[in-house]
């Protein structure tokens, strides 16, 4: 795993923006997997920064979300194809066919599930996925306790996770609701470049332990560790716990060759 501590979380969003331009520039077809949530949302500003200003296109690019509410209808402006929509790709040249996300109104989510994942094998594989990390080490919407196999499915978020995204249904937790679906950890660690951002001090904990606890089906995250290329960009505040913050400064920060770039 990379660690990228940036002075502040600005800084890591232009990283964020450059690991996707580049992947752009490969390849124009390539296949982006979007987190929804507080932590991409700097990265996506700049993004739409460069498509307007710089000509950055994504009129070939696929993208694929990781998680959807279960119901919730698609056009609740909380549902997080909705959210997608308002903060970043209405704003870009990406066609509407090509965002795709979870069923989360299908009459048969357990089907439904399983074409998600055959969509995204049917693109190409993601090339590059970016993720958030929930205070108790969520990706995605797997839980603690999630397999670390899993696949896209019906999940039941945690109450910590309902209270902290209570915040997008006017403070008041009885509007979230308590299902979700969300591709598995199996299906994100299926990825070849995944980008984990985390910002702020509350995250500082859940970063330490996915990057240098145990892999544990308790801090999904820590599943990361498997994974061949895996680039985490956090701020000062939530590298506080790191305790090998000074190797990683010393290692991955301001250098021009490392290796996502
Ligand atoms: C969002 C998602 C979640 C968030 C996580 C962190 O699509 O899958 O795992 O990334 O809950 O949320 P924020 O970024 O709002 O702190």
Redesign the pocket.
């Known amino acids: 795993m990379e660690i990228v501590i940036t002075d502040t979380p600005e800084a890591g969003a232009v990283l964020v923006a450059d690991v996707i331009e580049r992947a752009i520039g490969r390849d124009r077809a390539s296949v982006i997997g979007l ?5 991409p949302l700097l990265s996506y500003r700049e993004l739409i920064r460069r498509h307007r200003d710089t000509g950055l296109s994504f009129a070939d690019v696929e993208a694929f979300l ?2 959807e509410y279960v119901g919730l209808h698609a056009d609740h402006p909380e549902s ?1 194809r909705s959210f997608i929509k308002r903060e970043l790709t209405d704003h870009l040249d990406l066609p509407g066919s090509n965002l795709h996300s979870p069923d989360g109104s299908a009459a048969d989510l357990a089907a439904a599930a399983v074409a998600y994942d055959r969509a995204i094998v049917d693109a190409g594989g993601v090339d590059v996925q970016i ?4 205070r108790d080490g ?4 797997n839980e603690p306790s999630s397999s670390l196999g899993s696949r896209t499915r019906l999940k039941t978020l945690t109450e910590e ?1 309902r209270i ?1 995204n209570s915040r997008f249904f006017d403070g008041d937790i009885d509007q979230v609701p308590r299902h979700c679906m969300t591709q598995g950890i199996g299906t994100i660690l299926d990825a070849r470049h995944i980008v984990m951002i985390a910002n702020g001090d509350a995250k500082a904990k859940p970063v330490a332990l996915a990057v240098e606890g145990p892999i544990t089906a308790m801090v999904p995250a820590s599943a990361l560790q498997l994974h061949p290329h895996v680039t985490v960009i956090v701020d000062e505040a939530a590298s506080v716990a790191l305790t090998h913050a000074d190797y990683y400064r010393h290692t991955y920060r301001n250098k021009p060759s490392w290796q996502t770039l």
Do not use: E, R, W
């Open positions: 987190a929804t949530g507080s932590s990781l998680d997080y993720l958030g990390i929930g969520h990706i995605g919407f996770t902290d």
